[in-house]
T-cell receptor, first 117, second 110 residues
């Protein structure tokens, strides 16, 4: 089945540690996104990538890093510089449609909950 | 002014009633509009998208778009307890970014 797979589902970070969240898609989508969601809040864009080997900062990129070496994969690293990393992290992808308008529909993975030990 | 605004709620409606969820946006050149539903602890899922002025219906859901007023709404007819969730409005802007609103929490009371 086509979809977006995020792993792990739950992740715990120790102080000073970098952790990496995985996001893989088999939808042949060009664009991929990372969002952060805090309790009772909307989605805030961390990074996005519209093509392999290229990515742009979103609204809250500080303390995070990404790579896009393959079309299918867009991992997010939460670095030790991110002092308040506890949140629900969502990966999404979009693209590949006969309709230009439908190309902007973002499909989401199941998310990763990150907590600090 | 925030780019996409929604009433945070919670919006409570009795079962069987019509739930009306509203969204306003600031970029007059915005091109397409999306409604997502997010159950507690889960990821958002697309309900509908609309890009032309007027109404678009899909089952119990109707999206309404008024570009002149920069307003998009989602109506849920015959609301069910299973419709209780947070509804996110998303807007594709003229500068090619999709912006999500903060969401409206809906509670359907049996």
């Amino acid at each position: 089945d086509g979809g977006i797979t995020q792993s792990p589902k739950y992740l715990f970070r120790k102080e000073g540690q970098n952790v990496t969240l995985s996001c893989e898609q088999n939808l042949n989508h060009d664009a991929m996104y990372w969002y952060r969601q805090d309790p009772g809040q909307g989605l805030r864009l961390i990074y996005y990538s519209q093509i392999v080997n290229d990515f742009q900062k979103g609204d809250i990129a500080e303390g995070y890093s990404v790579s896009r070496e393959k079309k299918e994969s867009f991992p997010l690293t939460v670095t030790s510089a991110q002092k308040n990393p506890t949140a629900f992290y969502l990966c999404a992808s979009s693209g590949v449609s006969r309709s230009d308008l439908a190309k902007n529909i973002q499909y989401f993975g199941a998310g990763t909950r990150l907590s600090v030990l | 002014q925030k780019e996409v605004e929604q009433n945070s709620g919670p919006l409570s409606v009795p079962e069987g009633a019509i739930a009306s969820l509203n969204c306003t946006y600031s970029d007059r050149g915005s091109q397409s509009f999306f409604w997502y539903r997010q159950y507690s602890g889960k990821s958002p899922e697309l309900i509908m998208f609309i890009y032309s002025n007027g109404d678009k219906e899909d089952g119990r859901f109707t999206a309404q778009l008024n570009k002149a007023s920069q307003y998009v709404s989602l109506l849920i007819r015959d609301s069910q307890p299973s419709d209780s969730a947070t509804y996110l409005c998303a807007v594709k802007t003229s500068y090619d970014k999709v912006i999500f609103g903060p969401g409206t929490s809906l509670s359907v009371i049996p």
